[in-house]
């Protein structure tokens, strides 16, 4: 696993040039993407296994000016077709067409068949009555309501049989495999309809970039073949080498507390030991090590 840290670490000086926004810091979106490839092994697998679609990813946040953080839950890291992309929530394109000044507030909403709909007109809030507590019935459609930075209302309605003829010409959903179709159906609906909303809503490049992103076959804008692919057989190996590379570095450092003639060395030597093997069963040979040779200075 320390290699994908460290894979991470080393997109930061492609991430940076293409900030957008100055609220995406690489320190944070660093430890975001970190967190989700160490929560799951298999989006780390795949990230190793096709660099170049798992740095895209990354630096699409900086590209699109939206954030990993898994609190907002307005973009994620996820697998498809065979690599890793930005997936774009429903919420981030209302928070980028917000943050970026094209409308005041909007909201995505589910219409089940037990409710009472109506719509007065585009530029006008729709009536939607909701029994909350009752039996709903089945979701037959979902509408996008937003007000401009000029006060008026844009709604956009579409029907189930208009988000289905959407959703089967989806690569993933015709796969049958890791499409949100699949897991978190009415999250698309709502996804559908602000993508379709958002083509009458003002113009706004940040909010573009994301719709166009989405549309495109999942790796985004950024394309160049920067990094190489490596197959299974070559990421174990690699991992193998990142593993002996880490073993030795700390042993070096072990040496060094050994050395130390004086409390503060130890100090600063035990501090860059702790650091570099931080989530790592290594670190309890350090702690051994620091114990043995600071109980020398407390005499």
Not at 19 to 44: C, G, H
Not at 136 to 161: H, I, Q
Not at 199 to 204: A, E, F
């Amino acid at each position: 696993m320390s290699n994908i840290v460290q894979f991470v670490e080393d997109q930061r000086e492609l991430f940076l040039p293409k900030v957008i926004d100055d609220s995406v810091s690489w320190d944070r979106e660093k430890q975001f993407a970190i967190q989700a490839f160490q929560q799951n092994d298999y989006l780390a697998k795949i990230a190793l296994g096709n660099p170049v679609a798992a740095q895209n990813a990354i630096i699409n946040v900086a590209a699109i000016g939206i954030t990993l953080n898994p609190a907002q839950k307005l973009a994620y890291l996820v697998p498809r077709n065979g690599g890793i992309c930005l997936d774009i929530r429903y919420m981030g394109l209302m928070h980028l067409a917000m943050e970026t000044g094209s409308i005041r507030w909007g909201q995505a909403v589910i219409v089940y068949s037990g409710d009472t709909f109506k719509r007065i007109g585009i530029d006008k809030s729709p009536l939607h009555e909701v029994d909350e507590f009752g039996d709903r019935g089945e979701p037959v459609g979902a509408y996008c309501v937003v007000k401009t930075s000029d006060g008026d209302y844009l709604t956009e309605t579409m029907k189930r049989e208009d988000i289905h003829a959407i959703r089967d010409r989806s690569q993933g959903y015709k796969s049958g495999k890791n499409s949100p179709w699949l897991t978190d159906e009415l999250e698309m609906w709502r996804k559908t309809v602000v993508k379709r909303a958002s083509k009458y809503w003002p113009k706004v490049e940040r909010l573009n970039n994301a719709v166009s992103y989405l549309n495109d076959s999942g790796e985004g804008f950024e394309k160049e073949p920067v990094m190489p692919h490596y197959s299974e057989d070559e990421i174990k190996q690699l991992e193998q080498e990142s593993k002996q590379e880490l073993e030795d570095q700390v042993n070096e450092l072990l040496d060094k507390m050994e050395l130390c003639e004086s409390f503060d060395q130890l100090k600063a030597v035990f501090k860059d030991a702790y650091l570099l093997t931080k989530g790592n069963p290594l670190k309890k040979n350090v702690q051994i090590e620091y114990n043995k040779h600071k109980a020398k200075f407390d005499e």
